[in-house]
T-cell receptor, first 113, second 114 residues
Framework: NAGVMQNPRHLVRRRGQEARLRCSPM?????VYWYRQLPEEGLKFMVY????????ESGMPKERFSAEFPKEGPSILRIQQVVRGDSAAYFC???????????FGPGTRLTVL | AQKITQTQPGMFVQEKEAVTLDCTYDTSDPSYGLFWYKQPSSGEMIFLIYQGSYDQQNATEGRYSLNFQKARKSANLVISASQLGDSAMYFC???????????FGTGTSLTVIP
C-alpha cells in the first residue's frame, strides 16, 4: 500500500514563473491537506480539500496560490508568478476521514531563484 | 496565542539514554488530538505517536511514550534508549475537535551523541 506521493521532490523556478506541485493521496483516502514549511519553522496549514471541493482554505495566501483535487488524478497546488519568499517545503497529507491521523508525503522543496 | 509551543530549539542526548522533548498546547476545545512527528534530514514527516484528549492512559509506541498532563496542557515526548538514528527534528502537533488542520510547533532538533 503506497503512501502519499508527491512530485516533484525538488522544483526550481525563476521569479515570475509558475510552480505546480502534485500530490497523490494514499489509496482509499479522499481528504487532502497542504502545508508549507518555511526554513527553520514548523508546518503551517494552507488548504483542505475533498474530491472536487475546497473545504477550508483559511491558510492560503489570497493571491497567486490555488489548489484543486479533481475527480480523477492528483491534487495540485499551483503557485503563479513565484517570488523568492515562496521558497519552502510544501507537504501534502491525506486521511481516510476528517479528524483522523494525517499521513504525510515526502514533500516538495521549491526553490525560487 | 500559539496553539503549540516547543521551547527547546535543540537538545543533545547520550546514546542509550532517555530524553524528554517538551510540548505545551493551548485550546479551549474539550476534544482534541496531540501528535508527534519526526523529520529526519531527508525531510519526510514520520508519524510517531498520538494522544487523544479523552484517553485515560498515556500513549506508548515502542521506545516512544507521551507524558500527557492535561491540567498543565503539556504533551511531552519521551524517547527511551536513544539511538543514533533518532537524531532529527521533532514536531508536536494538535488537531482541535473535528477541525481540519493540524497546528504544528516550531520543532526541537535532537542530536544523539555516540
Amino acid at each position: 500500500n503506497a503512501g502519499v506521493m508527491q512530485n516533484p521532490r525538488h522544483l526550481v523556478r525563476r521569479r515570475g514563473q509558475e510552480a505546480r506541485l502534485r500530490c497523490s493521496p494514499m489509496k482509499g483516502h479522499s481528504h487532502v491537506y497542504w502545508y508549507r514549511q518555511l526554513p527553520e519553522e514548523g508546518l503551517k496549514f494552507m488548504v483542505y480539500l475533498q474530491k472536487e471541493n475546497i473545504i477550508d482554505e483559511s491558510g492560503m495566501p489570497k493571491e497567486r496560490f490555488s489548489a484543486e483535487f479533481p475527480k480523477e488524478g492528483p491534487s495540485i497546488l499551483r503557485i503563479q508568478q513565484v517570488v523568492r519568499g515562496d521558497s519552502a517545503a510544501y507537504f501534502c497529507a491525506s486521511s481516510p476521514i476528517p479528524s483522523h491521523e494525517q499521513f504525510f508525503g515526502p514533500g516538495t522543496r521549491l526553490t525560487v531563484l | 496565542a500559539q496553539k503549540i509551543t516547543q521551547t527547546q530549539p535543540g537538545m543533545f542526548v547520550q546514546e542509550k539514554e532517555a530524553v524528554t522533548l517538551d510540548c505545551t498546547y493551548d485550546t479551549s476545545d474539550p476534544s482534541y488530538g496531540l501528535f508527534w512527528y519526526k523529520q529526519p534530514s531527508s525531510g519526510e514527516m514520520i508519524f510517531l505517536i498520538y494522544q487523544g484528549s479523552y484517553d485515560q492512559q498515556n500513549a506508548t509506541e515502542g521506545r516512544y511514550s507521551l507524558n500527557f498532563q492535561k491540567a498543565r496542557k503539556s504533551a511531552n515526548l519521551v524517547i527511551s534508549a536513544s539511538q543514533l538514528g533518532d537524531s532529527a527534528m521533532y514536531f508536536c502537533a494538535m488537531r482541535e475537535g473535528i477541525g481540519n488542520q493540524f497546528y504544528f510547533g516550531t520543532g526541537t532538533s535532537l542530536t544523539v551523541i555516540p
